[in-house]
Structure formats: C-alpha cells, structure tokens
C-alpha cells in the first residue's frame, strides 16, 4: 500500500517533510528541554494564531506570515520577562492565552477565516515544495544555531549564574536561542500544527532524558524517538481518517507514557 502511495507527489512530499522534520527538531527538544523553555516553545506555536489573522488581512501566504510574528513574539516576550520580572512560566500562560484569543478574534473577523483545525494539527499531505526549501533553510539555521551556542547554552542550563560569572554572554546566547527556536516553530507550525510540533520539540526530548545518563545519548535517543514519532504517525493517518498532525503527537505521548512507566524518571549527567 505504501509503494502504491509513493506515486503520489503530495505524498513523496509529506514523507520529505516528516525527514526535515525528524532530523533536526528532537535534536532541538533536548536543548529546548535543558534550558526548560518547553512552555516558551508552546507559547510561540500558539502564535501562529495572529500570524493567520495577518495573512488573512493583508492576503499574505501563511508560511510568510508565521516568519514574521513568531520572532517579533519571541522578542516581545523576552522584553517583557525583561520588563516585569514574573516567573517565566506566568508570563508565557499569559502569553499563550493572550495571543491565542487575540488571533482567533482577528481571524473571525477576516474575510475568509482560517479552518482552526487546520492550524492546530497541520495538514501535511498539503505541504508544497516552497514549504520543503523553508523547512530545509530553517533546518540549516538551527543545526548552524546548536553548533555556535551548544556549549554556552550548556553552561547556562547547569548553572545560569555561573555561567554568566565565566563570561558567558548569557543573554545575548538566550535571545540568538529564542529566535532561532522561533523560526523553527513557525515553520513546523505550517508542516505538522500547532499541537504536534510542541509535542515534537518536548516529548522526544524528555523521553530520552527518563532513559539516558549523558547528554551525548540523549541527544541520540530523542532523534531516534522523533523519528519512530514521525513515521508510525503518518503510517496511522494513512491507515485511519486521522489527521496525520494529531497522529504523529498521539505517537510522540505513547511512547512517552510507555518509557515513564517501564523506567522512572531521572536527572541527566551533561
């Protein structure tokens, strides 16, 4: 049945894009995890509510659009931890609420309202060859990202303070980190959803950290499990009526109730 499938384009395309996907994003999720801005990473998924508000009103395509509001929201949310100095997971719950309702306002109030589902669990078997080339650029940026920052973004989860006592230009690493992270979200968004990609950029990761004692293994495992995520979701959505969004995130929470039940969870050794 595959083979028979793989006729298709828009299924060779999804496949593509599940590869994207799969190669660099649990990869991410470890860091995303060590620097415990999973909450950060969900709040800019849900911005994607006012990226769809503006492409409704200006007629822009959705891809451009998420491009740029996911990191002028990245940055607003860093000026106003900045500013306030609330706990982050406060700020990013009002954050997420805030634009989730404001975008949904915005985007029942255009001309030709976005399908909400179609937002919240993607529709990759619609994803086009422009889609493919900006989640291959994003790929590039965020493996060139993990490279430069891997080891101060290290520091910095161990231990913020001393890492900035080293001369660690800690935030300055944050901000490069957030936006990188942001440009990351806002393409998987258009690919897999809202839901699924905070699913991908988490739960790989915290998977691997339940199994593994070092950061290099973890890093391996959450790659691993990303991708059995990816194919056995999409494998589901072609099997079932399922959208293949909520499939490959159902796929991602299985694994990682299986592996907290058969091991509890433990600190990673970086």
């Not at 800690?170 to 957030?178: H, P």
């Not at 959803?193 to 890093?219: E, H």
Request: hydrophobic fraction near 65%; include cysteine.
């Amino acid at each position: 049945m595959l083979v028979e499938w793989l006729e298709f384009n828009f299924v060779r395309n999804a496949l593509l894009a599940m590869a994207l996907l799969a190669a660099v994003y649990p990869l991410l999720g470890v860091f995303v995890v060590g620097q415990r801005v999973a909450y950060f990473s969900d709040a800019v998924a849900h911005s994607a509510f006012i990226g769809a508000a503006v492409a409704g009103l200006l007629g822009w395509q959705l891809s451009d659009a998420l491009l740029l509001t996911a990191p002028l929201f990245a940055l607003l949310v860093a000026w106003f931890q900045a500013r306030t100095r609330l706990p982050t997971d406060t700020l990013l719950v009002v954050a997420i609420t805030g634009v989730s309702a404001l975008g949904i306002a915005l985007i029942s109030l255009t001309e030709t309202p976005l399908a909400l589902g179609a937002l919240l669990f993607g529709d990759v078997l619609a994803i086009e060859r422009s889609d493919l080339f900006r989640l291959f650029g994003v790929d590039c940026i965020a493996l060139a990202m993990l490279l430069g920052l891997a080891r101060p973004l290290l520091r910095i989860g161990f231990h913020r303070e001393l890492a900035q006592a080293q001369g660690v230009p800690v935030r300055m690493v944050e901000m490069l980190f957030l936006v990188g992270l942001s440009l990351a979200v806002a393409v998987g968004v258009r690919t897999v959803g809202i839901l699924p990609i905070s699913a991908l950029l988490v739960l790989p990761a915290a998977s691997a950290r339940a199994l593994c004692q070092s950061f290099r293994a973890m890093l391996g495992v959450s790659a691993l499990l990303g991708f059995v995520s990816l194919t056995v979701g999409f494998l589901v959505a072609l099997w079932q009526p399922i959208p293949p969004g909520a499939a490959v995130a159902l796929g991602a929470a299985a694994l990682f109730v299986g592996i907290a039940l058969l091991k509890p969870m433990e600190g990673v050794a970086v």
